[in-house]
């Protein structure tokens, strides 16, 4: 089992800068590729961003300017780099983790159908 919990939101005023985290519980994180997700009220949850095993990255083309995904596998964190912050972006921001396996290592995952543990949500509000 692999326990996430999201952390770093907040407000924020147009064109300034968040960092979110994402803390996972349990062993082999380093074993896992992760994502972040957004929901906005009224919408449905969208993919943000993702990263593999060994390090590659994905992101919306709404976000690939501003946002960057990272890892830290010895502190077992997700790292979500938002810049540029811009009133659309206001969502709870959801981590996620999937388990895969060693053929899989650079492969990033944009359905959220493909994960296996969600974490509970930060808020994130940008306005002026």
């Known amino acids: 089992q692999v326990q996430l919990v999201e952390s770093g939101g907040g407000e924020a005023q147009p064109g300034a800068s968040l960092r979110l985290s994402c803390a996972a519980s349990g062993r082999s994180f380093a074993t896992y590729a992760h994502a972040w997700f957004r929901q906005a009220p009224g919408k449905e949850r969208e993919f943000v961003t993702a990263?593999?095993?060994?390090?590659?990255?994905d992101a919306a083309e709404s976000v690939k300017d501003r946002f960057t995904i990272s890892r830290d596998n010895a502190k077992n964190t997700v790292y979500l780099q938002m810049n540029n912050l811009k009133p659309e972006d206001t969502a709870v921001y959801y981590c996620?983790?999937?388990?895969?396996?060693?053929?899989?290592?650079?492969?990033?995952?944009?359905?959220?159908?493909?994960?296996?543990?969600w974490g509970q949500g930060t808020q994130v509000t940008v306005s002026s």
């Open positions: 996620a983790a999937k388990k895969t396996s060693t053929y899989h290592i650079s492969v990033t995952y944009s359905d959220p159908d493909e994960y296996d543990y």
């Open positions: 990263i593999s095993r060994s390090g590659t990255t």
